[in-house]
C-alpha cells in the first residue's frame, strides 16, 4: 500500500507546469497523442455528467485502453478515480498518510490556481501489464476541485540518455576502474537505468569483465558471443570498432524492462584496453 501511494504521489508531486506539447521523446508521438485524447474525451465526459463519471473512469471500458488509464485527484487529497493499480485507493483521503515534506509539496500542487489547459510532466510508475516501476510522462488538468490525470510509459530510453551514461561509465572506469567494474557486476544503479546499462569487454583478452545486465557473461568469450538466432554480436561490435576510438553497431537483444528481444544501437568506446558499451533500444 505504501509503495503504491507514494507514486501515486510522486506522480502529482513532480508535476510542474509544461507546455503539453514538450518533452514527447522521439518515437511516442502516438502514445502521446492516445493519452492526450483519453484525457480530453474524460474531462469532456465529466463537463457532461459531472461526478457520474468517475465511477465509468474506474471500471474496465472506453476510459482504459491497454496501459492508458485515467485517474482523478481532488484538492483536499482524495483519490477519486481510477482506471490502473491506484484503483485501491479510491475513497481515500490520501494527506494524512504522509510526511511533513511530501504532505507541504502535494498540498501546493492541489492549491495551485485552476489553468484551464493540459500540462505535462515525467515521473515513475509501476506498469501493471509487467509490474515494474518504469519512466511514464503524465498529462493531467485540472477541472473545477479536481484533477485528471493520464499518461504512457517509457520503456526504451534514447540515444541521448545512452551517450550519458556511456561518458559517465567511461570517467568512473579511468578513475577506478576495478570498483567501477564490481560495481557494473552488482547491477549498482548508477550503471543500470532502466532499459540503460553498461558492458566491458578487454580488449586484450576478448573476454567480458562486466555486464550490467547479465552477469553470468562474465569471464565468457566476447567475440564468439551471439542470439539465439544466430546473429554474431561479438563480432559486429568488435569489428566496428576495429582501428576506432568510437563507433556503434547494430544487433537484436532482450529489454530488460520489456523483456522482449528488440533492436539494440549500441554506442561503444575504447578506453585503454577496454572496450566500454552502452545501448538503447530502437522502438
Known amino acids: 500500500m505504501k509503495h503504491v501511494l507514494s507514486l501515486v504521489l510522486l506522480s502529482l508531486?513532480?508535476?510542474?507546469?509544461?507546455a503539453s506539447t514538450e518533452g514527447v521523446p522521439s518515437?511516442?508521438?502516438?502514445?502521446?497523442?492516445?493519452?492526450?485524447?483519453?484525457?480530453?474525451?474524460?474531462?469532456?465526459?465529466?463537463?457532461?455528467?459531472?461526478?457520474?463519471?468517475l465511477a465509468e473512469f474506474s471500471r474496465q471500458g472506453q476510459f482504459t485502453q491497454d496501459s492508458f488509464?485515467?485517474?482523478?485527484?481532488?484538492?483536499?487529497?482524495?483519490?477519486?478515480?481510477?482506471?490502473g493499480p491506484s484503483a485501491l485507493l479510491v475513497g481515500r483521503d490520501i494527506s494524512p498518510l504522509l510526511d511533513d515534506s511530501l504532505r507541504q509539496a502535494f498540498t501546493e500542487v492541489l492549491n495551485a490556481p485552476m489553468r484551464d489547459e493540459v500540462q505535462s510532466r515525467e515521473y515513475r510508475w509501476t506498469n501493471w501489464h509487467d509490474n515494474k516501476v518504469e519512466r511514464k510522462r503524465a498529462f493531467y488538468q485540472r477541472v473545477d476541485d479536481?484533477?485528471?490525470?493520464?499518461?504512457?510509459?517509457?520503456?526504451?530510453?534514447?540515444?541521448?540518455?545512452?551517450?550519458?551514461?556511456?561518458?559517465?561509465?567511461?570517467?568512473?572506469?579511468?578513475d577506478h576502474d576495478v570498483v567501477a567494474l564490481q560495481r557494473i557486476n552488482r547491477l549498482d544503479p548508477y550503471f543500470n537505468r532502466d532499459d540503460l546499462y553498461v558492458y566491458v569487454v578487454d580488449l586484450r583478452t576478448e573476454k567480458f569483465v562486466a555486464h550490467g545486465f547479465q552477469p553470468r557473461l562474465l569471464n565468457t568469450d566476447f567475440r564468439s558471443?551471439?542470439?539465439n538466432s544466430g546473429?554474431?554480436?561479438?563480432?559486429?561490435?568488435?569489428?566496428?570498432?576495429?582501428?576506432?576510438?568510437?563507433?556503434?553497431?547494430?544487433?537484436?537483444?532482450?529489454?530488460?524492462?520489456?523483456?522482449?528481444?528488440?533492436?539494440?544501437?549500441?554506442?561503444?568506446?575504447?578506453?585503454?584496453?577496454?572496450?566500454?558499451?552502452?545501448?538503447?533500444?530502437?522502438?
Open 13 to 18: 508531486v513532480s508535476m510542474s507546469p509544461m
Open 27 to 53: 518515437g511516442y508521438e502516438q502514445d502521446a497523442e492516445v493519452a492526450r485524447t483519453l484525457l480530453g474525451k474524460a474531462i469532456k465526459r465529466y463537463k457532461e455528467v459531472g461526478d457520474k463519471a
Open 231 to 283: 546473429e554474431a554480436v561479438g563480432e559486429k561490435v568488435l569489428n566496428a570498432l576495429q582501428g576506432k576510438q568510437q563507433a556503434q553497431a547494430s544487433y537484436g537483444w532482450v529489454n530488460p524492462v520489456t523483456g522482449k528481444p528488440e533492436r539494440k544501437q549500441v554506442l561503444i568506446q575504447r578506453s585503454g584496453d577496454y572496450l566500454v558499451a552502452v545501448g538503447f533500444y530502437i522502438k
Open 146 to 174: 479536481k484533477i485528471f490525470a493520464s499518461g504512457y510509459y517509457l520503456p526504451r530510453s534514447s540515444e541521448a540518455e545512452a551517450q550519458l551514461l556511456l561518458d559517465e561509465a567511461i570517467v568512473e572506469i579511468q
Open 225 to 227: 558471443l551471439t542470439t
Open 69 to 83: 488509464y485515467i485517474y482523478v485527484v481532488d484538492v483536499q487529497g482524495k483519490m477519486l478515480a481510477s482506471g
